[in-house]
């Protein structure tokens, strides 16, 4: 076993270093610019356990494409891709006759089976007439974690890859490796031109042999987009297929409207292009944000069009249309954080359904500020520009309820659009549009997010297409926490082996005291399990109504005292007939509470837990062949590759294979 992973390893540094691998053959003198490119991984609906991979080739002739996933040096799968060929206009490569490339072989394959919160290396390749495969380098992605665990994003806002100020593109994601980032969000406007290939491969920065404009490619800085995971929204300059290079799904009605979960955030992307299917993108978002709600996640929302924000956009028809029909959706569901682009400036402000400023942003270091969540006001952000194109200034309007603003940008706390000394721009400097790439600002924004915080870094830096030099190093211009008064709710157990007809206990707790006096508490499970058997509440805490239905107990409860903890001992059993196999099995509370605030306003925090125990269909559940099997897991722990199997038996529940476990196994063989 130890010789066939030194092996896999072997073989993924000889894939990675040369970028040539084949089952059957190896081809020689491979020329750069056949081999796979564009590469990159899309975000899924589903980022746990999967992932979309997209390439392209200018050898349309190539076939059985696949892509070949790693883990820690080890090939897990090859999975076939899907090829089509389409007609490319404004590339920058040259085919084998010197002429301008006007076709490329698309490529497209989802990845799923994967294990979450796991980093993993990828080959695309793609077959030739004569049998040689076409391979790239060894990319990388990494899956979100199967709980509510803390992460990094990068957040770019219209890239907008045109001419030299394209460049930027690179020399910005040349930064991301500083970070330990999960995936790149970006804000819609991926090129200038959708239909203009050469933007796109500007994007990737492909490098060819035969490419035709040289001084459009980066060679000092290393293109990231290939090695992070994409979520992108779609912008007015973009189309809604991406081009083919990137590939989403269209579940609010349209394309490129999804949603995905990723550790205790849920992400909502809408399409504010398509405006003749607001309907269906609002019953979209309604669904996704109650149940984001119910299971205690921040609700992030990311469109294009920034509906508020801090430069000349503000005043578009389009946008205030936008504004008029979203502003007060996005109020009412308190949608935590809007993402946005378009307007390309650096803003951000806490905004009510009628365009006023409700937040109370407190100073708390040089650059850095804070702010708790205000009610129905969700924080509008803008993410400026991502590369050196263009920058915008502000414009002149009033105050307006029928377009839900308050006038002279007074709904904002920042604005990059302001001059320096401003009070919405009191550090400078001023993200102003100037005829020189190298006076601008790109941006990017280092966005963690945690179960009570979210903390937007915001760096401007200075790039000089000419040199291909970054002039002046990425600066904080701003960095920004939202916190949030809402508990965290656990829920334990005191059975990690559930037999039938046992009875077992659940104990669901905030982890710290809420000041809150009413409080609403859910639990669901498999009906054809379990059977809910009663409550004993904790001290200081009285129910006072009880509603049960099959898979499902809602319990009242009040705490006069403003101090709720702990709510109290679920009283479960196990169905005497129940066919329980091992496996996961997962029981969820949700709590919903009325919180006082400093200030005596009141709103209701809902917060989210389950519980995963193994079950077994009775006390001779296990034979001498188990007990050997267990053996072989001896020592593995939570996180290791084996951990998949053995966490069915970790029946004293500390996160790893020990005596214990083994012992217990060995009472319950007959």
């Known amino acids: 076993m130890q010789k066939s992973k030194k092996l896999s390893a072997l073989l993924l540094s000889l894939v990675i270093a040369v970028g040539l691998f084949s089952a059957t053959a190896y081809a020689d003198n491979i020329s750069f610019d056949v081999k796979p490119a564009q590469i990159n991984a899309a975000m899924t609906e589903d980022p746990r356990h999967s992932v979309n991979i997209t390439w392209t080739t200018i050898d349309t002739s190539l076939t059985d494409p696949t892509v070949t996933v790693f883990r820690n040096g080890q090939e897990i799968m090859t999975v076939d891709a899907a090829k089509t060929n389409h007609s490319v206009s404004n590339s920058n490569l040259k085919d084998e006759n010197g002429a301008a490339v006007e076709q490329k072989a698309f490529y497209n394959v989802l990845i799923e089976g994967l294990e979450p919160n796991t980093d993993y290396t990828y080959v695309c390749a793609a077959k030739s007439a004569d049998g040689d495969v076409y391979s790239s380098e060894g990319n990388s992605f990494k899956t979100a974690p199967s709980a509510n665990d803390d992460f990094t994003f990068m957040y770019w806002a219209d890239p907008q890859a045109s001419g030299v100020n394209g ?140 509906i508020y924000s801090g430069a000349s956009h503000m005043t578009d028809s389009d946008v205030i249309n936008a504004r008029q029909y979203w502003s007060p959706i996005l109020a009412e569901l308190d949608i935590d954080a809007v993402l946005q682009g378009h307007d390309h400036v650096l803003s951000r402000g806490f905004i009510n359904e009628l365009g006023e400023n ?33 920058f915008y200034n502000t414009v002149s309007f009033a105050t307006s309820a029928a377009n839900r603003v308050t006038g002279d940008y007074a709904f904002l706390d920042l604005n990059s659009a302001r001059n320096a000394g401003h009070a919405q721009n009191p550090d400078g400097p001023r993200s102003l549009d100037s005829s020189d790439a190298k006076q601008t600002y790109p941006t990017y924004t280092a966005v963690t997010v945690t179960n009570r915080a979210i903390t937007f870094n915001t760096y401007f830096f200075q790039y000089d297409p000419t040199t291909d030099q970054i002039v002046t190093q990425p600066f904080l211009y701003d960095s920004f926490t939202v916190t949030r008064v809402t508990p965290e709710l656990n829920l334990t157990t005191d059975a990690n082996l559930v037999k039938a007809g046992e009875y077992f206990r659940l104990y669901p707790a905030f982890t710290e005291a809420v000041r809150g006096n009413a ?53 479960f059993s196990a169905l005497d007939d129940a066919v329980l196999a091992n496996g996961d099995n997962v029981i969820r509370a949700a709590a919903e509470i009325v919180v006082k605030a400093n200030d005596a306003s009141k709103s209701i925090k809902s917060a989210g837990a389950s519980v995963s125990f193994t079950t077994s269909a009775g006390a001779a559940a296990y034979t001498l062949i188990d007990l050997s099997n267990l053996i072989d897991l001896f020592g593995v722990k939570a996180g290791d590759a084996e951990w998949t199997q053995a966490r069915f038996y970790d029946f004293n529940g500390n996160g790893e294979i020990d005596i214990q476990d083994i012992a217990y196994m060995a009472q319950l063989i007959d």
């Open 358 to 390: 409700k937040g109370q942003t407190q100073k708390t270091g040089e650059r850095t500020y804070t702010s708790e969540k205000p009610q129905n006001a969700p924080l509008y952000y803008v993410g400026n520009c991502a590369s050196t194109l263009k």
């Open 167 to 306: 460049k930027a593109i690179t020399a910005n994601s040349s930064y991301f490796k500083k970070y330990d980032l999960s995936f790149l969000y970006i804000a819609g406007d991926l090129t200038d031109t959708a239909a203009n290939e050469g933007q796109w491969e500007m994007f990737f920065n492909q490098k060819a042999d035969s490419y035709g404009a040289p001084g459009n490619v980066v060679n000092n800085y290393e293109n990231a987009m290939s090695d992070f995971v994409i979520a992108a929204v779609q912008g007015n300059h973009d189309n809604n297929t991406f081009a083919s290079h990137l590939s989403y799904p269209a579940s609010g009605g349209t394309n490129i409207t999804y949603a995905y979960t990723y550790g205790c955030a849920r992400f909502i992307m809408l399409n504010l292009e398509n405006t003749a299917t607001r309907a269906q993108q609002e019953a979209f978002l309604r669904g996704q944000v109650a149940d984001a709600k119910a299971r205690g996640l921040w609700t992030i929302v990311g469109f294009h069009k920034s």
């Open 519 to 571: 409080a609403v508490l859910t639990i669901t499970f498999d009906a054809g399990k379990f059977r809910y058997r009663g409550f004993t509440p904790a001290g200081g805490v009285t129910p006072v109504d009880a509603a049960v239905t099959d898979g499902q107990i809602k319990l009242t409860v009040m705490a006069p005292d403003y101090d709720l903890e702990t709510f109290g001992e679920v009283l």
